[in-house]
């Protein structure tokens, strides 16, 4: 039997019918279409998600309701599809819909976040004529020597599969590709299935197999026993070792298998910023942020390992500290990694499975042995995390209410105030490091930054991704000025769709995190500070004359101004409270953006942490500032060490 649809419709009718399943519980695949229609797609998928819910026929059966939303940006609704992902724990995605041209190249960005952070989006870029009636048409990239390629395939690079539908029947094998990549736990991230206008609206007549509900098992490879007994030979030779928690461990939602571990085993648990809110800040073996915005507990022990267990980690230069983090060439490190191609990273002893099923199969195996961790290495992490707690408690400290609040402070105070239902989005500026350094996680799903990509942008759109996932829970997106000018526009989705987030807005009047960094390396701040230009043209004049606040009203959030530490106590509470949009602007004490050096309590500040990031230096230069940081990333680079 066969039903004739619309290549378009067929599609959405396939979609709808899509689901996953792990460990027994079930849920839609694609539970929403993001869209901005154009000519390449209005009457091809935008008429197809008209049609959805519709009255059935004998013709064309029921189509199970696909939820469209409506969206400003095309890069904005990536981002808000791929914290749906994340909230969802990689098991429910969203699928994203644009016309070609303009519309399609502005997922490029968005994409490659997802596929980063390997978390599945599905694009839908509408494409140029497969049958060339007229060529060019409109928005077109002509290119003298390839009459098959058109501005889509820049998405080729960042999508974990990719494929071009020129006929209706080429779409069933694509689909079912698309999907089994998006459910794979190693593969998934953006999938692109790029859709010319023709065949969008061109009728078939299609399997009704194909249009059959059909449900994914997401699984849960098991270790291979001798990886298995290599590893746990490796950690229980050790006298002095760490476990990096990362990102893994949360997709794969083994947190409490993680804590049953570190529990049973005394071994310490440090997080990457994917990884971090896997153990809660609370828990006896949870020692903080690892890397180049790490605590001081965490580094020291990364010294001082002689074996390191990756948990689901990329081991990007940010944990690593640029290979300077791990001195000893004797150090191990065991990998336990769904992916072979990150779990055989640092030279590692690898162990390719699950991170759920293979910190179980660690936990029994160690346990079998009587197996746990040196008291005195014990005892000594846990004296060194509670004086950085120390430390924290006094940065977050905001003893004068009528004193403008410092970053730190604005962190104290959201502290304060959220519990384990609150969710923090993040992604760019200097904001990652000290949430990285200073948060205290209280659940698995409240610490969501973005470090994979650090998109500027990502958060107001994420918080709306997130929001949706996790209706009643209270969602904040955390951006600095230079993040909001980038993104804005998806305040008014928000608010279309009332939508409680809640959208912190830090302004220190320029991008101070990269001002920061550039004075580190003798770039004195060039071009970093928003400010009129002066006599001689450089931007050192007044600063200039923005109202974030007000821009933000104008959009449809109600809007809330904080000077000072009591106000801003004040406009948190109302903000948490509300059931609608609002925006809390708050200018920083600091709002020069000239930061660096210790924040409050003692707790070190970015320019200030042990470990190193290399960022390369001018390697001749005439100014004093960039002579002098060449000297400093001339010694700190000669640390580096090569893991073979």
């Known amino acids: 039997m066969t039903v004739r649809l619309?290549?378009?419709?067929?599609?959405?009718?396939?979609?709808?019918?899509?689901?996953?399943?792990?460990?027994?519980?079930?849920?839609?695949?694609?539970a929403a279409t993001w869209g901005i229609f154009g000519h390449g797609n209005v009457a091809g998928i935008g008429q197809a998600l008209l049609e959805t819910g519709g009255p059935a026929s004998p013709e064309a059966p029921r189509t199970p309701r696909m939820p469209f939303l409506q969206g400003r940006n095309e890069q904005a609704m990536v981002h808000a599809a791929v914290g749906y992902a994340r909230q969802s724990g990689r098991l429910s995605a969203h699928a994203v819909t644009t016309s070609v041209g303009p519309g399609a190249t502005n997922l490029v960005t968005g994409a490659a976040l997802a596929?980063?952070?390997?978390?599945?989006?599905?694009?839908?870029?509408?494409?140029?004529?497969?049958?060339?009636?007229?060529?060019?048409?409109?928005?077109?990239?002509?290119?003298?020597?390839?009459?098959?390629?058109?501005?889509?395939?820049?998405?080729?690079?960042?999508?974990?599969?990719?494929?071009?539908?020129?006929?209706?029947?080429?779409?069933?094998?694509?689909a079912l590709?698309?999907?089994?990549?998006?459910?794979?736990?190693?593969?998934?991230?953006?999938?692109?299935?790029?859709l010319p206008q023709d065949v969008q609206a061109e009728a078939y007549d299609w399997p009704e197999e194909f249009l059959a509900e059909r449900v994914w098992h997401v699984r849960r490879p098991a270790p291979d026993p001798y990886e298995l007994d290599r590893a746990v030979h490796a950690v229980r030779a050790a006298r002095r070792p760490l476990l990096v928690a990362g990102g893994?461990?949360?997709?794969?939602?083994?947190?409490?298998?993680?804590?049953?571990?570190?529990?049973?085993?005394?071994?310490?648990?440090?997080?990457?910023?994917?990884?971090?809110?896997?153990?809660?800040h609370d828990h006896p073996q949870d020692v903080g942020g690892i890397g180049h915005t790490g605590t001081a507990t965490a580094e020291e022990l990364a010294r001082e390992a002689d074996l390191v267990i990756g948990v689901g980690t990329r081991w990007t230069d940010f944990t690593t500290a640029s290979a300077t983090l791990f001195p000893d060439p004797a150090t191990r490190f065991v990998n336990l990694n769904v992916?072979?191609?990150?779990?055989?990273?640092?030279?590692?002893?690898?162990?390719?499975?699950?991170?759920?099923?293979?910190?179980?199969?660690?936990?029994?195996?160690?346990?079998?042995?009587?197996?746990?961790?040196?008291?005195?290495?014990?005892?000594?992490?846990?004296?060194?995390?509670?004086?950085?707690?120390?430390?924290?408690?006094?940065?977050?400290?905001?003893?004068?209410?009528?004193?403008a609040p410092t970053q730190t402070q604005v962190?104290?105070?959201?502290?304060?105030?959220?519990t384990e239902d609150d969710v923090l989005i993040n992604a760019a500026g200097s904001l990652p490091g000290d949430l990285h350094r200073l948060w205290r996680a209280r659940s698995p799903r409240q610490y969501h930054v973005e470090y994979?990509?650090?998109?500027?942008?990502?958060?107001?759109?994420?918080?709306?991704?997130?929001?949706?996932?996790?209706?009643?829970?209270?969602?904040?997106?955390?951006?600095?000025?230079?993040?909001?000018?980038?993104?804005?526009?998806?305040?008014?989705t928000a608010v279309q769709e009332r939508l409680p987030v809640k959208l912190v807005v830090l302004d220190n009047h320029g991008y101070a995190s990269i001002g920061g960094l550039s004075e580190a390396v003798g770039g004195e701040r060039f071009g970093t500070d928003y400010?009129?230009?002066?006599?001689?043209?450089?931007?050192?004049?007044?600063?200039?004359?923005?109202?974030?606040?007000?821009?933000?009203?104008?959009?449809?959030?109600?809007?809330?101004?904080?000077?000072?530490?009591?106000?801003?106590?004040?406009?948190?509470?109302?903000?948490?409270?509300?059931?609608?949009?609002?925006?809390?602007?708050?200018?920083?004490?600091?709002?020069?953006?000239?930061?660096?050096?210790?924040?409050?309590?003692?707790?070190?500040?970015?320019?200030?942490?042990?470990?190193?990031?290399?960022?390369?230096?001018?390697?001749?230069?005439?100014?004093?500032?960039?002579?002098?940081?060449?000297?400093?990333?001339?010694?700190?680079?000669?640390?580096?060490?090569?893991?073979?």
Request: hydrophobic share 45%; proline share 7%; charged share 20%.
């Open 248 to 280: 893994g461990v949360r997709h794969s939602a083994a947190e409490e298998a993680l804590a049953t571990f570190a529990a049973a085993t005394g071994i310490p648990v440090a997080t990457t910023q994917a990884g971090k809110g896997a153990l809660r």
């Open 531 to 644: 400010r009129h230009r002066d006599a001689t043209g450089a931007y050192t004049g007044d600063p200039l004359p923005l109202d974030l606040a007000a821009n933000a009203a104008s959009l449809g959030m109600r809007a809330l101004r904080a000077r000072t530490v009591g106000e801003l106590r004040a406009a948190l509470a109302e903000a948490r409270a509300a059931d609608h949009p609002v925006c809390v602007h708050v200018t920083l004490a600091n709002a020069s953006g000239r930061t660096g050096g210790r924040t409050p309590g003692g707790v070190p500040g970015p320019s200030e942490v042990q470990a190193w990031w290399d960022v390369p230096v001018a390697e001749t230069a005439t100014r004093p500032a960039a002579v002098e940081a060449r000297e400093v990333y001339d010694r700190r680079r000669a640390t580096r060490r090569r893991r073979l």
């Open 339 to 403: 992916t072979g191609f990150d779990a055989h990273k640092q030279a590692a002893l690898p162990l390719v499975a699950d991170a759920r099923a293979g910190l179980e199969a660690l936990t029994a195996a160690l346990g079998a042995h009587g197996h746990r961790a040196d008291p005195g290495h014990r005892s000594a992490y846990t004296a060194a995390k509670a004086r950085w707690e120390d430390g924290v408690d006094a940065a977050f400290a905001a003893p004068d209410p009528d004193a």
């Open 115 to 174: 596929t980063v952070n390997h978390l599945p989006v599905l694009l839908l870029p509408g494409d140029t004529f497969a049958t060339r009636p007229a060529d060019p048409v409109l928005q077109q990239l002509e290119l003298p020597h390839a009459g098959d390629v058109s501005v889509n395939d820049c998405l080729r690079p960042v999508s974990r599969y990719f494929d071009r539908i020129t006929r209706p029947e080429a779409l069933i094998p694509a």
């Open 452 to 492: 994979g990509y650090s998109c500027m942008g990502y958060e107001i759109p994420a918080a709306i991704g997130v929001q949706l996932a996790a209706p009643g829970r209270p969602v904040w997106a955390l951006v600095g000025d230079g993040t909001y000018l980038m993104n804005p526009t998806e305040i008014v």
């Open 411 to 418: 962190l104290g105070l959201l502290d304060a105030l959220v």
């Open 177 to 194: 590709q698309a999907v089994r990549t998006l459910t794979d736990p190693v593969a998934t991230g953006a999938v692109t299935l790029a």
């Open 6 to 30: 619309t290549t378009a419709q067929a599609l959405i009718a396939f979609l709808a019918r899509q689901y996953t399943e792990r460990d027994g519980h079930r849920q839609r695949l694609i």
